[in-house]
């Protein structure tokens, strides 16, 4: 039986989070420009989603394309990646539609250039109808930040009278994050051999399983996320449990 075999034959994560890591280590490697690693990073993702689609059958997917704390990276990087956004989604929109992808934006789009902001808001809407994947791209997104702005929206309607203080729950406080109706992820998958968060997803993440793979991003390959989900599926998920009530 194939890797791929064997995982399909067990229970798949629902959602799977992806931080998209080392870039820049790769092109450094490689001898060239940080764009360059972007750009390889970029197929990477394209490649990743595509594999969801067609021969895993993940539901949702959440890809970590920029962060809120990624503004203080040199100005002319960051104008790259802002083009490379809008090029990219703006190619796969056809392919989004005809595949059933589902695009989602998680993270304050408000900020972005207006030509990526237009794009993203025309292809989450052109894209509502998809089903057979959930895709999420956190864009402009920080863990911290979606907890603060949930916190502010959840005042102001307490102040109002659209919500009673008694009425704030975790479930009512996931319905104000940026990720409202997406399920909480159950696998975060981080690449380039760093082990940590970095701001990705705090709230959502609290009982999701952990994988961090030491491939840099553009060389994560469909192989790699079925070892990650290989692993997953060999976990013992007890939610603050005992050992012995998997669930």
């Not at 394309?65 to 990646?81: G, I, Y």
């Not at 539609?97 to 998680?106: D, F």
């Not at 994050?177 to 990705?200: A, C, K, M, Q, Y």
């Not at 840099?216 to 050992?243: M, S």
């Amino acid at each position: 039986m194939t890797l791929l075999e064997r995982v399909k034959a067990e229970r798949l994560p629902q959602h799977v989070a992806l931080i998209m890591d080392g870039n820049g280590r790769w092109a450094q490697a490689r001898d060239l420009p940080r764009t360059a690693g972007h750009r390889a990073g970029a197929v990477a993702a394209e490649r990743l989603i595509r594999f969801a689609v067609e021969r895993i059958g993940l539901k949702h997917l959440t890809l970590f394309a920029f962060s809120s704390e990624n503004w203080t990276r040199p100005r002319d990087e960051v104008d790259f990646l802002m083009d490379l956004l809008r090029e990219f989604i703006e190619e796969k929109k056809s392919e989004f539609i005809e595949a059933g992808v589902r695009l989602r934006v998680a993270g304050n789009v408000d900020e972005l250039p207006e030509s990526l902001r237009e794009i993203v808001l025309r292809v989450v809407r052109e894209t509502a109808g998809g089903e057979k994947l959930h895709l999420t791209v956190a864009l402009n997104y920080g863990g911290r930040q979606d907890i603060v702005q949930a916190c502010v929206s959840i005042a102001e309607d307490v102040a109002a009278g659209r919500l009673a203080p008694t009425g704030i729950s975790a479930e009512s406080i996931a319905e104000y994050l940026h990720t409202s109706g997406i399920p909480d992820p159950d696998l975060v998958v981080r690449t380039s051999g760093e082990i940590r968060l970095s701001n990705f997803l705090l709230w959502q993440a609290a009982y999701a399983e952990l994988y961090f793979a030491d491939a840099l991003w553009p060389d994560f390959t469909p192989a790699e996320l079925l070892r990650a989900i290989d692993v997953f599926q060999k976990r013992e998920r007890r939610y603050g449990g005992t050992r012995g009530e998997r669930q």
